[in-house]
Structures are given as C-alpha cells and as structure tokens.
C-alpha cells in the first residue's frame, strides 16, 4: 500500500504530541526557549546535509548547482505570488480561534502548526521515503522517519504547544501526494532528479533553521514550489546544454 508509511508517520507524530503535552508543564520557559534553539540548530545540521551533495556528489551533473538556485528563485517567486505563507499561517489563527472559542489557550498554535508541518515534511526522509513507498510499496524509510518524527514532537510539543497535532494534516497531504505522484509516475523519476531536489529541500530548511534561531522572519512556506520546479528545471537545463552542443 503506497500510503502504509505516511499513516505510521501520521500516528507517530500524534503520539509524540501527546507525549509531549504531558511532560510540557514540567518544563521552564527557558527550557522551553533552549528547546526551541536546539530544534533550530538541528534543523540547520540536516538542511546542510541534504544541500551540500548536489555540489559534491559525483553522480551530480554539471550547473546542477543552477538548477538548484533556479528552482528556489523561481519556486519563492510562485510561493510570494500565491502567498503560501499567509495561507497556512491563517489556516493555523482559525485554529487558534477555535480552541480560544472553547476556553482552551491558544498559545503559539499558527507557529507551532507552520514551523513543524515544514520540518516534518521537506526532509530527505519526507522525499525518498515517499518516492519509495510510492514506486515500490516499501515502507522503510517512512518508517525510519516515523521513529524521528515521533521523537521530535515530543521536543516540538513541549516547547510550541499542540499546535505540532496540526501537522499531521501536513504530513498526509504532502507524504501523501508524494507517494501517490510517484505510484502514478513509475519510471519517470530518476536518482538525479530526486538528488537536486532534495537539495532544494535542503535549502529550505536552512530557511526553517534561520527562522527558528530567530535570525530572520523568513517566510519559508513561499519556497515548497520550488520542490515541483525542481525536475522541470533538470529537463530544461538538459534541453539548453543538448542545443548548446
């Protein structure tokens, strides 16, 4: 079953929040800040591991590099136009309202929903792990991620709040899409198209990283078009250096 491994990851992520709510109250606000800042620092590690191989790897073409900035420029541009950033930000206030309207506090709900929705979801695990479970029906690495994820919501609940339960809407609409596009696309995927853009999910979490280290507002929603810009920008840099002999 293609979507096997986006469920698990779905019910992980909801039970590491739940986890993590619990042992929240223990928690200080300065731990809760020191939380936030380690989750940032981890962010930046795994963004940078997944942008670098595309300036290193061997199987990499030549000007993938461009490719890679293309699509970020060109993705952001579309993101800013459709205001992506705005939609899921607004999407978590109504949620927020929601829970204020019931009596419950609404602490941090559109933070929490945006920033863990984007690390759960533009991770190399996010992307392989679907390609695969949607091409072969294996779900491994999913799995994999499912443990990960699990784990983090634990950290993510007890420093933002519940709105890290949000994100498991993010993670059945994205994962899902994945594998579904990738059953449906056998054959038409291949290893370089999945390497570039897994680093420009790379760069977009190093975007994730900078605004969870407080460094810069940034809004890194408007750059997840550059993920579907990725392999059409290959296929036209391909079709410019086959004309440029």
């Given amino acids: 079953m293609f979507l096997s491994g986006t469920l698990l990851n779905a019910a992980a992520v909801l039970v590491g929040t739940t986890v993590g709510l619990i042992v929240a109250g223990r928690f200080s606000e300065r ?17 940078a591991s997944m942008a670098l191989p595309v300036f290193s ?17 060109v993705g952001v541009g579309i993101g800013e136009a459709l205001g992506i950033q705005d939609w899921l930000e ?24 945006v920033t863990t929705s984007l690390v759960f ?15 072969t029906g294996d779900a491994t690495l999913l799995a994999t991620k499912s443990i990960l994820d699990g784990v983090s ?11 890290v339960f949000l994100s498991t809407l993010t993670i059945l609409v994205v994962q899902g899409g994945l594998a ?3 059953f449906v696309a056998r054959g038409v995927l291949d290893e370089r198209t999945i390497l570039v853009a897994t680093a420009v999910g790379g760069t977009i979490l190093l975007g994730m990283a900078v605004r969870l280290l407080e460094l810069r507002p940034v809004r ?11 392999p059409i920008a290959i296929r036209l840099a391909d079709l410019l250096r086959g004309l440029l002999g």
């Fill in 220 to 230: 890194v929603a408007n750059f997840l078009p550059g993920l579907l810009i990725a």
């Fill in 90 to 113: 607004a999407l978590g206030r109504w949620f927020e309202l929601r829970l204020a309207r019931r009596g419950q506090r609404p602490s941090r709900i559109a933070e929490a929903f």
């Fill in 57 to 73: 790897d061997p199987k990499a073409a030549v000007g993938d590099s461009l490719v890679v900035l293309s699509s970020v420029l």
């Fill in 121 to 135: 979801c533009v991770g190399p695990l996010t992307i392989l792990g679907s390609l695969a479970n949607g091409l």
């Fill in 180 to 182: 579904g596009v990738a």
């Fill in 153 to 163: 919501s634990i950290a993510f609940a007890a420093a933002l709040g519940p709105g």
């Fill in 31 to 47: 731990l809760r800040e020191s939380l936030t800042i380690g989750i940032g620092l981890f962010t930046l590690g795994i963004g």
